[in-house]
């Protein structure tokens, strides 16, 4: 521990004799300084022992010492070293009278005790003690690289924590506790995450000090631009010198292992990418191979295909066209780590995706593919449900006024397949696709196939194309009808709507069954189509469910 002034007056060479201030001599000494002046608070930091001789100062008069020890004690001066033999065989009373009053001590120093002695008595108590913190902080260190080698991350924050006197918890990408220690520091560590997060948005390194029931600092972990993880630390004051190695120590390590991880975590995506490229090349027994323990798992049970996109970007949705027209598969050339810049979609949903995953005992497989991310996800597991989760936020989020968002993040599309095992995975891809067309076109975050194969395909006719076709469709019927020569259109649609029943439709429309006759022969003339053409059929009905969804 640093000096105090109790270890000084015990100090047996320096023979220093308590006159005023005996209860406050615990205070620790920053520093012993020499100074005659009247007035020498410019010059003093706070925690120093100032040594005087009074040689420029009235000691003896009570107002003056009053205000000199009252300026002292505010500029946190720890106590006064006064020098007898000097200038005075003895302190003034006036000083003694004004210490006692301020409460700040008051050392009296005989004169065989030179103030140099007493600046060395405090530079070797600082020097030992500084020396016992670097000790004791290499010692600190070697225990937890100990513990991260041979336990991980858990060992190390057990082997913190007990360092600290206090609790240590280890956040993940997305905020959520990955490990605490002891046991109960994971519910105090849980409610910080909206701490983590707002950490997790300034550039890496970064900290900062949260307080509450205990004290508490956070440091994010990861040298790139976003970081990677958080490490918290909690404990009942500030940290003093060994301790704050203990921390420092704490994040190289944990920062080594996220570093290492990542690298790995490149290795896994490529793998990734070798292993569903065979699958959607039908090569299911070599994705096994190939998957080995680090996907098998994955491949054994019903899996989900999931494909987002980027739409923040003209070039994301050229890309996307381009999939959907040649079919195109993920390239194992362009799977990388997803980048952590802001503002970054896919970067956002492969963290949500890969942390709910790894917060179940999940296998996920994520393929970052340009503007699109492929995810192969356990049909029903965390990952598919933590997917649409996030879809539903930025459904919310896409309601708040744009100048009340925290800021442009880009927006996503997904669309996600029917359950599929290996041999049908390609099948689950294109659905996937198809999903996520339609949810371009809708602008819905997410669409799920299943959805499209239960509802109606009249949605799917809001669509500027269709509308287009069935407008160049029926334009010249509905020219005819404005000229008040017939009602064409209206006996189309109860026409077709009976299935060429003309008894039927003509009841309908309470004309004569001649007369419907007459206004079908007059439709064939104006279109110089055949009604008698199952196709010509089908698209007059589709044009005119599509202008009548569109009140047109």
């Known amino acids: 521990m640093p000096p105090t002034l109790a270890s000084l007056v015990h100090h047996s060479a320096l023979k220093l004799t308590v006159r005023a201030g005996e209860d406050r001599l615990d205070v620790p000494v920053r520093w012993a300084h020499v100074s005659e002046l009247a007035d020498p608070v410019p010059y003093m930091e706070g925690g120093e022992l100032l040594l005087i001789t009074a040689l420029k100062l009235d000691a003896d008069d009570p107002e003056v010492m009053r205000r000199y020890v009252k300026r002292l004690a505010g500029a946190g001066v720890v106590g006064i070293g006064f020098a007898v033999g000097v200038n005075y065989d003895e302190i003034p009373k006036a000083l003694v009278d004004a210490a006692g009053e301020e409460g700040l001590p008051l050392l009296e120093v005989p004169r065989r005790?030179?103030?140099?002695?007493?600046?060395?008595?405090?530079?070797?108590?600082?020097?030992?003690?500084?020396?016992?913190?670097?000790?004791?902080?290499?010692?600190?260190?070697?225990?937890?690289?100990?513990?991260?080698?041979?336990?991980?991350?858990?060992?190390?924050?057990?082997?913190?924590?007990?360092?600290?006197?206090?609790?240590?918890?280890?956040?993940?990408?997305?905020?959520?506790?990955?490990?605490?220690?002891?046991?109960?520091?994971?519910?105090?560590?849980?409610?910080?995450?909206?701490?983590?997060?707002?950490?997790?948005?300034?550039?890496?390194?970064?900290s900062s000090v949260v307080g509450g029931e205990d004290r508490v600092e956070l440091h994010s972990l990861g040298t790139g631009r976003r970081p990677r993880a958080a490490l918290a630390v909690g404990t009942a004051g500030a940290l003093g010198t060994a301790e704050r190695y203990a921390v420092h120590s704490a994040i190289a390590l944990l920062t080594l292992t996220t570093e290492r991880s990542r690298s790995l975590h490149a290795a896994e995506q490529r793998i990734g990418a070798a292993v569903l490229g065979m699958l959607l090349a039908g090569e299911s027994d070599h994705a096994r191979a190939v998957a080995g323990d680090l996907y098998g798992e994955l491949l054994d049970a019903p899996f989900r295909l999931i494909i987002a996109e980027s739409v923040s970007a003209s070039a994301g949705r050229a890309h996307a066209d381009g999939h959907a027209r040649s079919g195109a598969v993920p390239s194992k050339k362009t799977a990388a780590v997803v980048p952590d810049a802001k503002g970054d979609p896919l970067g956002g949903l492969a963290e949500v995706v890969e942390s709910a995953a790894v917060r179940s005992g999940e296998s996920v497989l994520v393929v970052p593919d340009g503007e699109r991310l492929v995810v192969l996800a356990v049909d029903g597991g965390a990952a598919v449900a933590a997917c649409g989760d996030h879809a539903a936020g930025l459904e919310s989020a896409r309601a708040v006024p744009r100048e009340q968002s925290a800021g442009d993040e880009g927006e996503l599309v997904v669309g996600l397949s029917a359950?599929?095992?290996?041999?049908?995975?390609?099948?689950?891809?294109?659905?996937?696709?198809?999903?996520?067309?339609?949810?371009?076109?809708r602008g819905r975050f997410l669409v799920e196939h299943e959805e499209l194969a239960a509802g109606s395909v009249l949605p799917l006719l809001a669509d500027d194309a269709v509308r287009a076709f069935a407008d160049g469709l029926l334009r010249a019927l509905h020219e005819h009808d404005a000229t008040g020569r017939g009602d064409l259109v209206a006996s189309l649609r109860a026409w077709l709507s009976r299935h060429g029943q003309w008894d039927a439709a003509a009841a309908d429309l309470g004309v004569h069954r001649h007369t419907l006759r007459y206004r079908m022969r007059r439709v064939e003339e104006i279109l110089g189509r055949s009604l008698d053409d199952p196709d010509v059929r089908m698209e007059l009905w589709l044009a005119l469910k599509t202008t009548a969804a569109t009140g047109e």
């Open 419 to 441: 359950p599929a095992g290996p041999i049908a995975a390609r099948a689950a891809y294109k659905q996937a696709e198809q999903a996520l067309s339609v949810a371009r076109r």
């Open 113 to 206: 005790t030179p103030f140099l002695a007493i600046s060395k008595a405090v530079s070797a108590a600082i020097a030992a003690d500084q020396y016992r913190a670097v000790t004791a902080g290499f010692a600190a260190q070697r225990e937890l690289t100990k513990q991260a080698l041979n336990d991980g991350p858990e060992g190390l924050l057990t082997a913190l924590a007990g360092q600290l006197d206090g609790w240590a918890a280890l956040y993940d990408a997305s905020g959520s506790v990955v490990a605490a220690a002891p046991d109960w520091a994971g519910r105090r560590a849980a409610r910080l995450t909206p701490d983590v997060e707002r950490l997790r948005e300034r550039p890496a390194p970064a």
